[in-house]
């Protein structure tokens, strides 16, 4: 059969195209060019290696780090990504706030995640007001209500048992269950419904890691809608009919946004951002660390003897409370946290390079960064798990920030160099974690009273810890994959720590 002079046109132009779009790839495809780190573009075209950066982004870029050192570039979903991984030359990053940005790649993910635009108001002015509330006496006011709140909570749990009646409970749903209460009762509304809030964020924020790569399935993604429209709903504060009474942390927060011009559509999502930025960490920060005491019976005897000490050096003659911990040097609990966090905080910190950029290394290497590309620091991979820096990286060390004769250690050395950032679960520069002291706060809080009211210990002896959910590397404080069951009870008497 002989073909009509139409189709062979239409073979002719699709030739033509596929001629074209091949020449037009080749030419715009990317190279490595002088002083550029290495390019790693993977397999797959425009994806590059987003599918094995979302499934496991550790795992991904430790095998990176392997193959071309501390400085690459990657290509993840049609975007060039390039990972700085030497922690002696963070500084070049977290302090360039002129040719790296931080707020356009903040945005991106506030407007995915949260449906959030905020395009008149100044981040500076934000932080800025976040920092005041978080300090002076606002800051003290906030860490006495939460202390309230968590006793409170805490003893409900056990309201109406006897001392010697053990209670049995999932210790990842249960710290997080409480600390999130308390802190929406402590920062957001201070009655009603805190239980139906935290089941509700919880489905929110089992999704966020799929939801932020974009990757959800169509059920996730009705989960999330209805679960975000429910939080948006249930979070709404009114702080215009507040009357004469003291406003909350939230009422506050959305005055202020109310006097930038924010409107009240925005208010209602940057609320849910924020019930997220401050009530997400701390409940997996205080599991890890009951989690690591209770598998490590040294660290848990260190630190309870820490505690007698203190308690027998009071001068007052009462007993310490935790009102009063910051008062005291506590080198051991603050050893305690630090090696939980440097194990199991793993935020990545990311910038969009807004102008080309030389990057200076430790080693007196230059590297030129390409505008619009982005730059990511991972620090829980390097200083965090570096053996170099930390010997047995994966291995948790009570004294690890502890000097021999007990005081904090804070010398670490990496090429003989010595170390700024040798754990870095707050992040750095300008866009450090606002609300450390406070989280620091909570959490001593927190681990002070269940070590001195409660008896607590593994259901199961020889039970150990449950891994990590390999999809939370970059979202701040790490999950577990499954829990640890654990028992409790009253103690008899405080003396007994
Ligand atoms: C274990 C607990 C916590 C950890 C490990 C942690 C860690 C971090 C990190 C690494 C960042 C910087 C993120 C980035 O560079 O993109 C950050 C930001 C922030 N954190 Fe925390 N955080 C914790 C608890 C809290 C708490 C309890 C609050 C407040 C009550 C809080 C408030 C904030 C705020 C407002 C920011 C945003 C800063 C900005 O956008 O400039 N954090 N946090």
Redesign the pocket.
Known sequence: RRSSPDSNMIWAALLGITGILTLVLLFFSRTRQENEPPLDKGALPWLGHALEFGRDAAKFLARMKEKHGDVFTVRVAGQYVTVVLDANSFDSVVNDTVSLDFISS?NQLLERIFHLKLPGLQPAAE?EW?ERY?QGCRFAKLCQTMKANIESLLLGEVQGSSASEWKQDSLFSFCYSLLFRA?YLT?FESTGNANVVYEEFRKFDQLLPKLAQGSLKKEESQTVNSSRERLWKLGSADWLSQGSGPLSWQQSYLRFLHEEGVGAEMQKRASLL?LW??QC??GP?VFWLLAFLLTHPEAMEALKSEIRRLNLQDPSGHHLTSNSLELYHTPVFDSILSET?RLT?A?L??RVVVEDKVLQMASGQRYKLRRGDKVILFPWLSPQMDPEIHPEPQSFKFDRFLNNDRSVKDKFYKNERRLKYYTM???AGR??????E??IA??KQFVFFILTHFDVKKLEPQAQLPPVNPSRYGF??LQPDGDLQVQYRLKRSQSET
């Open positions: 903040k932080r976040m978080f802190g920062m924020q930025t401050t960490n701390n920060a966090l905080a935020v910190i990311k679960p707050w992040g866009h450090a974690c606002i609300g450390k406070f989280a909570t959490i701040g404080m």
